[in-house]
């Protein structure tokens, strides 16, 4: 049985002083015998910090993005090796920002998953589509696309060691949200392409959705056979709202 996975992505939001009040407030909150794997990614000028505050908890933090290239002349990028330096777990790659706001194409997001993956870094890769593509009945296409990209450069065998995210691009920020049958139908999709490749890699790989995921939706989503958990925005920013959606595992 697939462990679930609810991670928390801060976007660009913190302060020093907020940070240190929420994960205070996780720490003395979180039940004994949670279900859910808990990660945390904030900014990346708050991984010192985040990294001593978590430190010796069950909770695992990572980066919001990482370049495909080495250390050197890359002005404003982040090394995988600095991640690691920070004790990183994991890292998100491909968020739907990233794709849409800073034109991040499916080949260099394929790159930045293999860079990750070289650093024994585990990526959270995150496919979806946009309002247009869902209404022109185009889901299925762009996230086999987007998967395939990885597939192609890393080969199937890389997905064992990675965290799949399916975000449906118009459900994030916008209060809207894909009932659960609509986001189990794409997880489940998901899982198909894999195994017409691994059967045995697309039992284990854990898939989490990632559109407004809410403490009063989240147990009925993770009810859903082939959701293993939440890649949460706005809701991960409130230890009580946090917490609440990590409690839902069934």
């Known amino acids: 049985m697939r462990q679930l996975l609810v991670a928390g992505n801060w976007k660009m939001n913190g302060s020093l002083q907020n940070n240190q009040s929420l994960i205070e407030s996780l ?10 794997e808990m990660a945390i990614c904030p900014p ?11 430190k010796g908890t069950v909770i695992s933090w990572g980066g919001q ?11 404003g ?18 968020h739907s920002e990233r794709r849409s706001l800073y034109r991040e194409s499916d080949e260099l997001v394929a790159q930045k998953f293999a860079k990750a993956q070289s650093a024994q870094l585990i990526p959270i890769l995150c496919v979806g589509e946009l309002l247009d593509e869902r209404e022109a009945g185009e889901t299925e296409n762009v996230v086999k696309r987007q998967l395939e990209a ?5 080969g199937i065998g890389s997905l064992a060691q990675s965290v799949i995210a399916y975000e449906p691009v118009w459900a994030i920020g916008t209060g809207k949200t894909a009932t659960p049958q609509q986001a189990q139908d794409v997880h489940a999709f998901i899982r198909g392409q894999i195994a017409q490749k691994d059967a045995g890699i697309a039992e284990k790989v854990q898939i989490l959705y990632g559109g407004s995921v809410k403490g009063s939706n989240a147990a009925e989503l993770f009810a859903m ?21 990590c409690q839902a595992a069934p």
């Open 77 to 94: 990028e982040v090394a995988t090796d600095m991640l690691v330096d920070f004790g990183c777990k994991y890292v998100i790659v491909g």
């Open 65 to 75: 993005n990482v370049s495909q290239n080495d250390q050197g002349a890359f002005t």
């Open 225 to 245: 056979p082939d959701i293993d958990g939440g890649l949460i925005g706005g809701a991960s920013l409130k230890a009580d709202d946090f917490l609440t959606i």
């Open 150 to 154: 990885v597939i192609n450069l890393q």
């Open 27 to 36: 720490k003395q909150n979180i039940a004994t015998g949670l279900k859910a």
């Open 44 to 54: 990346f000028i708050y991984l010192q910090q985040v990294s001593e505050l978590l």
